[in-house]
């Protein structure tokens, strides 16, 4: 079995600045890895995952995009947890949205 992993692109400030601050909050094992990494390679292979987001691995099951970023509140402490269940009922084609457009705005700043 697989611990649970974040796969984050490890080029991009915002994902590791995100995943910094998921780091400092969390009160369950969760793994950070870079996507570019020879591991994170390896899972997103094993997972067959071939999109550029967010992906995180929960219990053998790998999530991409708002599903995977909203998951990792139920790593952090209780005054982010809370916020999971509200947020969730968000349907899944506008929390992508939201994710998508934030995507395009870091990449659009990278250049």
Do not use: H
Request: a positive charge; aromatic letters at 10%; one cysteine or more.
């Amino acid at each position: 079995m697989t611990e649970d992993t974040l796969l984050i692109d490890g080029l991009c400030a915002l994902c590791s600045k995100s995943g910094k601050f998921i780091t400092k909050r969390r009160v369950k094992p969760l793994t950070l890895v870079e996507q570019n990494s020879d591991e994170g390679i390896e899972l997103l292979k094993r997972f067959n995952v071939s999109v550029d987001s967010v992906v995180l691995i929960r219990n053998e099951k790998a999530y991409i995009r708002s599903s995977a970023a909203i998951r990792c509140l139920l790593y952090m402490r209780w005054n982010w947890r809370w916020m999971y269940p509200f947020v969730w009922i968000i349907p899944l084609p506008l929390r992508d949205l939201c994710y998508n457009l934030v995507s395009k705005m870091r990449k659009f700043r990278e250049s």
